[in-house]
């Protein structure tokens, strides 16, 4: 990683992606020299999102198996190769669509995200006007959102499985 700081959770994302590529495919990881290269434009990575694709990744390298490069994923990845929710669905999902992705994976019930718009009433009170802001809660369906296929995946099983290119 150059010039850029790793947060913490981040780096415990890589550690369980490596377990779970290690469950997944039995593979001795002391074998091994993984070495985990991130090119991005940000100056901080934080947060366990990329957990799922990392672990992907991971499978991928030690399988030596090409994987589509038109299928992003988000999630969590926890030791037990389940995918875990995550925050920002739909923010991912226009990113995904930008960069030329045609399939935005998402763990189980995250087709589908709250967002909160802000709704102003006023009421004139004698001379003055006294308002309020109010936050409505709105269900957004990802997939109509940002115009990209969305799957709910459970499991790295579940995940891999879209990726896998078949010779």
Known sequence: IDSVLFIADTQSSI???KEVAAQYTGKDLNKYDIIYHLDTN????GGPSAGAALTIATISALENQKIKDNIVITGTIQADGTI?????????????KLSEANLFLVPLNQSDEIIYEDKETCEKIRLRDFCTIEQVPRIVNIQESANIIVKEV????DAYNYFVINN
């Open 15 to 17: 550690r369980t992606a």
């Open 42 to 45: 940000a100056s901080i990575i």
């Open 84 to 96: 875990g929710e995550v925050g920002g669905i739909l923010d991912k999902a226009k990113a995904a």
């Open 154 to 157: 459970n499991n790295i099983t």
